[in-house]
């Protein structure tokens, strides 16, 4: 089969190969994959910035497909379902995070597209536990940017929305706009931030998705907004997208005290200066929000059955594996929200 493989550690050095179809044991599943997913972590794989030292790795990690076989203790899919796959592949189901089901924080986890090779081929071997039938009415086209969703759905959670929160999404990425459909679906009221450079994505999260107020901070002051809507106390919640420090520190001025800080967005560097003072005199609650997890993924697939998860608006280019390039370029552009790619199949 054909596959999109990262052939040597460093930046750069993709490259469509020939690999023997995977062989499954009896606790997996053999998936036919229709859809994969560009996320923004495959071009920091791309560049070099993450997951650097992967050689010989069959890349991709968001994908829906067929399933194609099963293992011999399989139960809860069968042959021709159409599924999508959590990410995790294995974890050691013994340390005290997946004895609580905190899969994510497996110290011994590896991940498909990451450790184990992933979904940008024909076929993607998954983990018994981690694949989910999708709902009638959502398409495996759709469905490839379940785990991208699934992510926002995590990272939306790790605070607590009441109907009617001033909500902060800072960055119109693709994972800001899935961030902002989860938390108007759980009652929040977005106010969505960006540069000049996004205006197009600001305007699209504005016409298509349905977020309440933009704001393009090298033109306007975010504060003056955020006051009007709080009598001047500063929003309830904050999550941050973009993974760039000013955000993180305008997030942090606008909260208002004991707000709730979500860091989502991975930073270029490990280390980053935080200004732990004004954590400490608003008593801000911040937390970090890793991947996404089992409990996710059902809640995930539903509300994107339900379009208050829109992937049709999400995904706005197609191309095969053999066109990385061109998704690569697309993205870096800002042209595109998602891109998804198809495998090349070969005629048997």
Known sequence: MKALVKMQAGAGNWEVIDKPEPKINDDQVKIKVEYIGVCGSDIHTYEGHYNVNAAGLTIGHEFAGIVAEIGKNVTNVKVGDRVTSETTFYVCGTCRYCQAQEYNLCPHRKGLGTQQDGAAAEYVIARKESVHI??????????????????????????????????????????????????????????????????????????????????????????????????????????????????????????????????????????????????????????????????????TLRLMSERKIDANKMITHEVRIDEWDKAYDLIKSGQAIKVVMKPICIVR
């Open 134 to 299: 999708l709902p009638q009415n959502l398409s495996t086209r759709e469905a490839s940017i379940a785990e991208a969703a699934a992510c926002a759905h995590h990272g939306v959670n790790k605070a607590q929305i009441t109907k009617g929160d001033i909500v902060l999404v800072l960055g119109p990425g693709p994972i800001g706009l899935l961030t902002a459909q989860v938390v108007m679906a759980h009652g929040g009221r977005v106010v969505m931030t960006g540069l000049t450079q996004d205006a197009g994505r600001l305007q699209v999260a504005k016409e298509k998705f349905g977020v309440e107020y933009i704001v393009d901070v090298q033109k306007d002051d975010p504060k003056k907004l955020i006051d009007e809507l709080t009598d001047g106390y500063g929003a309830d919640i904050c999550y941050d997208c973009t993974g760039a420090v000013p955000s993180m520190h305008l997030g942090m001025n606008l909260l208002r005290k004991k707000g709730q800080y979500v860091q989502i967005g991975l930073f270029a560097k490990d280390e980053v200066s935080v200004d732990f003072s004004k954590i400490i005199q608003k008593e801000l609650v911040v937390s970090g929000s890793r991947s996404q997890n089992t409990y996710d993924w059902e809640p």
